[in-house]
């Protein structure tokens, strides 16, 4: 299972938008709605920030949001903030009954 | 509060064992669906694996790469979770984390053990 495809870095400023794409095939992102989004801060364990596409868990801003369109999904985060700055990764159940993740983006935020 | 707390990390040579544990706390363990992902240094995530509950049927399913080397196992009289870690090549190098499983994700994880698999 080859790991989705994600930018390696994107950049903001303080304040603007940015979306992180997630592209996979229709055997793992296509085909289900099991695709859910993590922020790692350095020496830090991944934190859950959306899960089934676009469902944000209890305690994670609503400048946070998923979504996605055929094999590929997407997080946007909008008015940025320092404290986003992180490395996000996106992953997607798969048909051989699997997980895979993306290879990760880092966020500069300016 | 949910917590998770592994343990067991260290340095082994290749081909060697190592038994990883994850403690539980602050939900009903029994219930839920665990998992372990892998970082190797500097590099992305990994899914090393799933176990369902009992009640789900206890079964377990593994990432490719340590398919029939790893085997994960559980018990509920401990809340611990377990990573059973056979034949070990350097490419095992990593933190292991546990996470808790929801609804194709994994919402809760642990802070990480380093596993070293060097000569």
């Known amino acids: 299972q080859s790991a989705l495809t994600q930018p390696a870095s994107v950049s903001g400023s303080p304040g603007q938008s940015i979306t992180i794409s997630c592209t996979g095939t229709?055997?793992?992102?296509?085909?289900?709605?099991?695709v859910s989004w993590y922020q790692q801060h350095p020496g830090k364990a991944p934190k859950l920030m959306i899960y089934?596409?676009?469902n944000r868990p209890s305690g994670v801003s609503n400048r946070f949001s998923g979504s996605k369109s055929g094999n590929t999904a997407s997080l946007t985060i909008s008015g940025l903030q320092a404290e986003d700055e992180a490395d996000y990764y996106c992953?997607?159940?798969?048909?051989?009954?699997?997980?895979?993740f993306g290879g990760g983006t880092k966020l500069n935020v300016l | 509060e949910v917590q998770l707390v592994e343990s067991g990390g260290g340095l082994v040579k290749p081909g060697g064992s190592l038994r990883l544990s994850c403690a539980a706390s602050?939900?009903?363990?029994?219930?839920?669906?665990m998992s372990w992902v892998r970082q190797a240094p500097g590099k992305g995530l990994e899914w090393v694996g799933r176990?369902?509950?009992?009640?789900?049927?206890?079964?377990?399913d593994y990432a490719a790469p340590v398919k029939g080397r790893f085997t994960i196992s559980r018990d509920d009289s401990k809340n611990t979770l377990y990573l059973q870690m056979n034949s070990l090549k350097t490419e095992d190098t990593a933190v292991y984390y546990c996470?808790?499983?929801?609804?194709?994700?994994?919402?809760?994880w642990g802070q990480g053990t380093l596993v070293t698999v060097s000569s």
């Open positions: 996470a808790t499983y929801r609804s194709g994700s994994f919402d809760y």
């Open positions: 602050g939900f009903t363990f029994s219930n839920a669906w």
């Open positions: 176990i369902k509950s009992k009640t789900g049927g206890g079964t377990t």
């Open positions: 229709s055997s793992d992102v296509g085909g289900y709605n099991y």
């Open positions: 089934d596409v676009s």
């Open positions: 992953s997607s159940y798969t048909s051989s009954t699997t997980w895979v």
